[in-house]
């Protein structure tokens, strides 16, 4: 197995990451898997923060998910911390698994003097491994003496903490228009990225003030634009959650800047959903699928997904290869309607097939050019319809199978 | 791009496949794509066969799953040639496309004095390029003039001439008990192998007798048995063919021997399809993913297809690591019911979970020991019904990289 490099997508430096009020964070080395760095992530809200939830539709679901719906439930969506670790999942663990996320909900509440189920939990790693929960209790002095107001260098340790195949940390930050306030987030994840959801975790806070009805609806919308669509390898993850936690303590009511808090957030999301796939397993490219001409927008995301799922699409991209043949060939399992004989292509802006032909004057150098660099676009129009979707992927390499047949040994 | 080299499943010799009394084959080299090596296969058949097709479900189908499906209604299932390229699929190929797919059946109708409707045509290989029927046209005289019966070195040479990224020819008969009657077979592919259909041409003759439209019921049901249940990288092609011809040499109705007849079928289309399998794009694992307990064996199937595409499911099988935990994940994204606390997974003959957890006094060191060799059997109970189903699929290799990311360089 070759060395793990940082993905060559990855951006220069870590994002100057706004702080956002009344949030504090901690991080620590628990060792719960790995040794030499953080593995477990404290984030601290002021009492009265609202608490949204977004989760894997995967039927297996790992105990955190199962305990943050019950918690979400029974707080109303109120929230004074969430915790993560890394290296374990604590996902294919039965009654025990979800014992050990109440149990690490229960001592954090203590610890930090709230309700239980006020305490929000994620775990990150390898499924079907019993959590030690131990190590995390062993930690929990030092992430309650180490919290402090989130500043850019506690949102980058927040964000290795808790990372596992990641090879850079993710942060986004936005500020919201007519307002001092701010929206800042953090997310996790490189493999597993799939059809809605990724194996990921993301947590997104404000310091706006908002109900959690309110939080729960724009955050499931923003979900819906930008993590649900990207994909890595199709494999959706047990443990997939994004939280958005909002403080109020800037004092200024979301409902009053109702349209600039969504874009921020949307802006906050969709930063930290693409940094996931341009982390993806072995990515060298950075991919946009979009499908025009759709008979509906699902259908026309039903296509791009299907696209950008497919191993022989992905595989030549990362050979530069502008075999658009196989983009047909995707288009056509898709099980969606297309019109074979007015299929149209681009790769970036050179258009490869009209009329469900090669175009005429094609210049596949032109197209090869494009797909030479790491950022890529391609477009295909189906001629049925009006429906519009783009799905963010990445290429498959080498790197994809030198980190998937080597993770856990 | 390292050398491809023959897969390490492939058998170690081609299979002595009995002759089919009617049958005629012929080879030829016309250089569409390829040079030294021949790419153009015909067989002819007595006048009377019946044929039946059965054709990829992609929307975007090549012209000459058009010309198959037109002629074979035209005929009513008679048959007196099937004539393949390989280099060129004619495919994303508009109106010129079938324009050279009824040429070509043109030219060899005339060639044979047989009807155009008598001659299916089928082609495997680059999509979007334009077919040049003008070098499939110059060697027809030498098809013609070749064609001899169907013995053990004619199967071989027809089943090399229609091959692509193939790296074993592939073949199979059995005999048709109670009769002097085989059923042979000869078939290719080996990427782009997927959920109903594989980029697979499979060409399968008996000398019984039978109606078209028995030959039509026996061949629908033995793909769905067979080609139907293979997957290498869930990619379905535009122009996956599998046709019967029943020459009816032997002189004995198949309707007095239909139980017969149909095991020696399925084991032909298994046989073959197993051999696709075998030669999947970079494998060096053959997989048969069995799920037993769900709601039905239509959801059985979906299962076991879902965790046979994961992408880390396969990589880690490639590494011989006994990650089961990623077999939960692709259970879980399957969209079919499971009762996730009943779970029970077995790798080989060692059963790693039980009722949702890791099994007790699982022997991880057994497992692994099943996954070092190359014929891999994973198994999942997932505790709601009676529904069963097998696919068989390989493991994601850095050869299935090499192999895509040049194919066509």
């Known amino acids: 197995m070759s060395e793990i490099k940082v993905s060559p997508l990855a951006p220069a430096v870590f994002p100057a990451v706004s702080g956002v009020a009344g949030v504090r964070l901690a991080t620590a080395a628990a060792g719960i898997r790995y040794s030499g760095r953080d593995d477990v992530m404290l984030a601290e809200l002021p009492s009265g923060s609202s608490v949204a939830g977004v989760f894997t539709r995967s039927l297996c679901t790992a105990a955190p998910v199962d305990w943050c719906k019950h918690a979400l439930a029974a707080s109303s969506g109120r929230g004074r911390a969430i915790i993560v670790n890394s290296g374990n999942a604590n996902a294919f663990t039965g009654a025990a698994g979800y014992a050990a996320a109440v149990h690490t909900a229960e001592s954090v509440a203590r610890t930090l003097g709230a309700p239980a189920h006020e305490v929000l939990v994620a775990s990150t790693g390898v499924i079907g491994e019993d959590l030690p929960v131990e190590r995390i209790d062993a930690v929990l002095g030092t992430l309650v003496t180490g919290l402090s107001a989130a500043g850019p260098n506690g949102w980058e340790a927040a964000a290795n903490a808790i990372g596992t195949t990641d090879t850079f ?3 986004a930050s936005a500020p919201v228009p007519g307002t001092s306030a701010h929206v800042a987030g953090i997310a996790k994840g490189s493999g597993m990225i799939a059809p809605d959801m990724a194996t990921m975790l993301a947590f997104v806070f404000t310091d706006l003030a908002m109900d959690a009805q309110t939080a729960q609806q724009c955050l499931a919308a923003s979900v819906e634009k930008s993590f649900n669509r990207i994909t890595v390898d199709s494999d959706t993850s047990t443990s997939d959650t994004v939280l958005l936690a909002a403080t109020g303590t800037s004092g200024q009511p979301a409902t009053l800047h109702m349209a600039d808090f969504e874009d921020a957030l949307d802006a906050v999301t969709m930063d930290l959903a693409h940094q996931i796939v341009r982390d993806g397993e072995g990515a060298t490219k950075f991919v946009a699928v979009t499908v025009t001409g759709a008979a509906g927008d699902d259908a026309a995301q039903a296509i791009a997904r299907t696209v950008a799922d497919s191993p022989l699409v992905k595989t030549a991209l990362a050979a530069s290869d502008a075999n658009w043949g196989r983009i047909v060939a995707a288009v056509g399992k898709a099980g969606q309607r297309a019109d074979r004989d ?15 032909v090669p175009k005429s004057g094609y210049r596949e150098e032109r197209a090869t050019e494009h797909l030479l660099g790491d950022d890529i ?10 429906g519009e979707a783009t799905v963010w992927t990445c290429d498959l390499t080498h790197g994809y199978i030198d980190i998937n047949a080597g993770y856990r040994t």
């Open 169 to 171: 940390p993710k942060g």
């Open 377 to 386: 676009e391609l477009r295909v129009d189906v001629g049925v319809g009006e």
């Open 342 to 356: 007015r299929l149209a292509i681009w790769i970036g802006d050179e258009q490869c097939a009209a009329g469900g």
